[in-house]
């Protein structure tokens, strides 16, 4: 047991554990899920911008953001395996 093993209090280790486990499966999921869902959002979001923001917004001008999205979640991985070398955290 990693990181339930050392906290004690109102949490047995296994109930910790679970409980880490699924914030950490939520959160990938909704980091993936945000990636593959956005062909079906990109139709409401751009119709928001071009009115509530600027009306020569159009649909390539939103491609920009899953991309940015993946590069930026290539650098934060490479950041946290980095930050994970040096606090040695074991999986």
Known sequence: MAFGSSVSGMFSPEKLDGVLALIGGFSLHLTLGTLYCFGN??????????????????????IWIPTLATISQ?????????????????A
């Open 41 to 62: 959002l990109t139709s409401y979001m751009t119709s928001y911008l071009r009115h509530h923001v600027h009306p020569n917004i159009q649909y390539s001008d939103m």
């Open 74 to 90: 290539v650098y934060l991985r490479l950041f946290k395996s980095t930050v994970s070398l040096v606090l040695k955290v074991k």
